[in-house]
């Protein structure tokens, strides 16, 4: 049972990349990750991707990313693609 993440974090650019993955006998419908190099103080536009291309925008503090960042992949096995940039 396992739903594990990993972030790659380009601090010349206040930008990065999550990708997130569960496997089909996971017992967690999420994880709750608090990303590296975010600013608290800034607002980040967020593109959320899920294994069937659909795509959800929004703006997340910094606060939020970095401490309380919460994703779902509620059903079987699933990945998600977190795109982040400082606004």
């Known amino acids: 049972e396992t739903f594990?993440?990993?972030?790659?974090?380009?601090?010349?650019l206040d930008a990065g990349v999550v990708?997130?993955?569960?496997r089909a006998d996971c017992g967690y419908r999420g994880i709750i990750?608090?990303?590296?190099g975010i600013d608290a103080s800034a607002q980040y536009e967020v593109v959320i991707s899920d294994d069937n291309c659909e795509k959800?925008?929004?703006?997340?503090?910094?606060?939020?990313?970095?401490e309380d960042f919460k994703l779902r992949a509620p059903e079987g096995s699933a990945s998600v693609v977190v795109q982040y940039k400082k606004k």
């Open 33 to 36: 990750l608090g990303l590296k």
């Open 19 to 22: 990708y997130a993955y569960r």
């Open 56 to 66: 959800a925008s929004s703006i997340v503090s910094g606060a939020e990313l970095g």
């Open 4 to 12: 594990t993440a990993y972030q790659l974090h380009r601090p010349d």
